[in-house]
């Protein structure tokens, strides 16, 4: 979900940001529809970023993609960023004992990005897109974020639509609401199915020096190899793995004071 700003900048920035929701290329007209604007503000964007580079434009359908410059802006935040370099040994450690693929995200927007991955040996595994925005409420990466967030912006989250991505994805605000205070008692989520068909994921969230939710750390594989004995064996491992990441940044470790909801 992305929050529509009333200034050029917010503008832009929301511009910028649908390509990378989904689409690799995306129209004049889709990107107006989406955020309730003109087609005359978005071109005046869209022509500015392809003359820095931001954007290429495509002869063909006159749609428009991400291009050089945002290449090197995301190769460079991947490069310098802090939360990557901290948790690339944990993310090793994690998928050698479990023979799955460990999964680094990180809380980008309104959504999360997966950041990093290391793939499982194994033939048939998960492998995650970086760098694409999910939205928080599907998928156990995505949840374990949304569960530590401050009260307000849960709120905001559950009285937005919840889209499916797939026919397991939660979309009932009170049915979600109770899976974020159970993610808030326990430390962890999990997920099957919910952002990708015969899939499943455990993982558990990772805090800054200041005890904000900024990311997660998540083991995910085949549903048919996640199972709940698979959980049981693993959840103390994860837990563990993404308390090292939240104290590498200066947190002091464990699950920041408990959240208290308000009322809707």
């Known amino acids: 979900m992305v929050t529509q700003g009333t200034t050029s900048a917010d503008r832009a920035a929301d511009i910028l940001l649908l390509f990378v929701d989904g689409d690799e290329t995306l129209g004049v007209s889709k990107i107006a529809r989406d955020l309730d604007l003109s087609k005359a503000v978005v071109h005046r964007v869209l022509t500015s970023f392809v003359d820095r580079g931001l954007l290429v434009s495509g002869s063909a359908d006159r749609g428009y993609s991400l291009g050089p410059a945002a290449a090197a802006l995301g190769a460079r935040a991947l490069r310098t960023s802090p939360l990557r370099e901290v948790a690339r040994p944990v993310l090793e450690e994690i998928a050698r004992l479990t023979d799955e693929t460990a999964t680094l995200s990180a809380l980008v927007g309104g959504g999360r990005v997966y950041l990093d991955q290391i793939e499982s040996p194994r033939d048939i595994k998960m492998v995650v897109e970086l760098g694409r925005r999910f939205p928080l409420h599907s998928g156990s990466s995505g949840r374990c974020i949304l569960a530590f967030l401050p009260p307000e912006q849960i709120e905001d989250a559950l009285t937005h639509e919840l889209p499916p991505l797939t026919s397991q994805t939660i979309t009932d605000p009170a049915v979600l609401g109770d899976v974020l205070e159970q993610i808030r008692r326990e430390g ?77």
Request: hydrophobic share 35%; glycine share 10%.
């Open 188 to 264: 962890y989520s999990q997920s099957r199915g919910e952002r990708q068909e015969d899939a499943a994921s455990m993982a558990a969230p990772i805090f800054d020096l200041d005890g904000r939710v900024v990311g997660s750390l998540s083991v995910c594989g085949p549903a048919h190899r996640i199972t709940e004995t698979f959980r049981q064996t693993h959840t103390d491992l994860i837990v563990a793995a993404s308390d090292r990441v939240s104290r590498a940044l200066g947190w002091r470790g464990g699950l920041p004071d408990p959240i208290v909801r308000k009322n809707p």
